[in-house]
């Protein structure tokens, strides 16, 4: 309960203080490409139920729904980026839409990340260790422990902890190195 009321208080914050830098981005999305500025991605949610989560779209209209890691094996994944999608990925803006998700309760602020519906390698993962049962998450202790550079394995294994670690502390540190990493630009792969 008080999770939950944290991440209200926490995206109702972020929503007012990031308010331009999401105009700014959507209008630069919409101005350098073709479609819409939000992407509609689904995805897996608490106890592997499948939702719609936004993300100001950095790809073409059309590019395959699969995983970036996946997309890597059959093609170069740079090659459908929008004008701007790679700069928008690096700084993560790509992701503020998903306050949304989080004030309507398909995700928390911190949590694993939400699978894409058809990756069914990580989400058998998840579903043995008992991760499906958490609220995935903006960011997670994977996202700050690797992000896209860990195998999935590493990733679940890191999910599992945070799933028998969890708590208040814990997730206002993720939260800090999020930040951190974000400004870096750490462990950012496109």
């Known amino acids: 309960m008080l999770k939950r009321l944290l991440d209200i208080i926490l995206s109702l914050l972020l929503l007012l203080l990031l308010l331009i830098p999401i105009v700014l981005t959507a209008l630069a999305v919409k101005l350098t490409s073709k479609g819409d500025a939000l992407y509609w991605s689904r995805r897996i949610g608490k106890c592997n139920t499948i939702f719609s989560m ?3 779209r950095s790809m073409q209209t059309g590019t395959p729904q699969i995983a970036t890691h996946l997309m890597n094996q059959q093609s170069n ?8 999608g790679s700069f928008i990925r690096k700084t993560s803006l790509d992701e503020l ?11 928390s602020i911190v949590g694993p990340r939400p699978a894409l519906f ?3 390698d990580l989400v058998s993962l998840r579903t043995e260790q008992g991760v499906h049962t958490l609220k995935p998450g ?6 700050i422990n690797g992000r896209d550079e860990i195998p999935i394995p590493q990733k679940v294994a890191l999910d599992a902890y945070y799933l028998a670690h969890q708590s208040v502390w814990l997730d206002f540190k993720i939260i800090l190195l999020t930040a951190i990493k974000v400004l870096r630009r750490d462990n950012i792969t496109h």
């Open 118 to 120: 058809n990756q069914d």
């Open 138 to 143: 903006i960011t997670g202790w994977a996202q």
């Open 77 to 84: 994944p740079n090659s459908f980026l929008t004008p701007i």
């Open 54 to 56: 936004p993300k100001f």
């Open 97 to 107: 839409p998903q306050l949304w998700s989080v004030l309507k309760g398909d995700m």
